[in-house]
């Protein structure tokens, strides 16, 4: 699938779709909130008018955050596969008698903080299964082990389903335990564990996930404490349109209470390895549309609130990264050096993403690489051409 450069005249592009999809897209070039009945409109729309919905999220995206697209150097850190939640969409956990069963130690875990460091990182992103024999102090612990060995590193650690294990465990109230894990050393959260923000949908993903509410409370709480996170969605699975709009409708509802997400990052379903699937319970994977739908809608959505679009480069591939960075996306997530769980669904873009490589891809869009930290302050700019 060729890279291909969408129509930069979103005008033009405006008068190519039909008279309802032409009013919400005009309304949304003049920086106007979208309803979601608007949003509705948009995501169920079919084809036709699809290549005007892509082009005006990407005027609205040079207009809101201009033609720099970001990326962080981090490493990710995902300490444990004992998991005993089994969530069907998930192909990397498994027990604690199984072969490839692993627990990091923390000194491992500290050394992989500090090589990460040394390396130019400047986040590392934990994140872990939840074993039945998890001490209730052991996400305090890691971050005192990573702060020790690398006191300057970014942490950007937990999601929601583990601060709730974690305050299951000690039975600590929720605010006081994001306290107490910010105090040593959490600097974000990521917004995982959030896949679709439908209770009767997550009972089909995952019985023993967080709840809707849950996890609202965990993020709500985090932003009031200081502790920014991410926000996700993931899409492609069982989940239908009015699912991708309620949930970016939630989540900018929360962000006009908090301000505290730095950013909004669709997750396209993974599907190969997953029971999910092979139990023919969920579609293969979004589509094309889909891909350029999501990011396109949420551009549109999320005007205003949350102005940081993530393409997930491990899922998406190299083509459908750079197209869905056409279609409103600014920023080509993290370095990552080792990443396990998308690659264990089944997916095949790699581990790890040189800086060198980001700048290419990014320049191949005709657009501006510049490094960020987790929370989008930028770092270094990289103006040049293509080779």
Sequence with gaps: ?????????????????SPMIARILDRAL??????????????EMGTESLDAFVAVADEIRRRRVGDIITYVVNRNINFTNICIIGCKFCAFSTGPNAADAYDLSFEEIARRGAEAW???????????????????????????????ATPEIHIHAFSPMEVVYGVEKTGMPLADYLAMLKADGLGSLPGTAAEILDDEVRQLLSRKKVTVKQWVDVITTAHHLGIPTTSTMMYGHVEQPVHWVNQLCLLRDIQKETGGFTEFVPLGFVHLNTHLFQEGKSRPGPTLEEHLKVHALARLMLQGAIDNIQVSWVKLGRELSQRCLQAGANDYSGTLMEENISRLAGATAGEYLPPEEFHARIRELGRIPAERSTTYKLLKIFPGRAN
């Design 1 to 17: 699938m060729a890279t291909t450069v969408l129509p930069c005249d979103a005008d033009t592009a405006v008068r190519s779709a």
């Design 30 to 43: 003049e920086g106007r909130e979208l309803t979601r009945e608007e949003g509705l409109i948009l995501a």
């Design 118 to 148: 040394e390396r130019g990182a400047t986040e590392v992103c934990v994140q872990g299964g939840l074993p039945r024999e998890l001490e209730g102090f052991h996400y305090r612990d890691i971050l005192r082990a990573i702060k020790r």
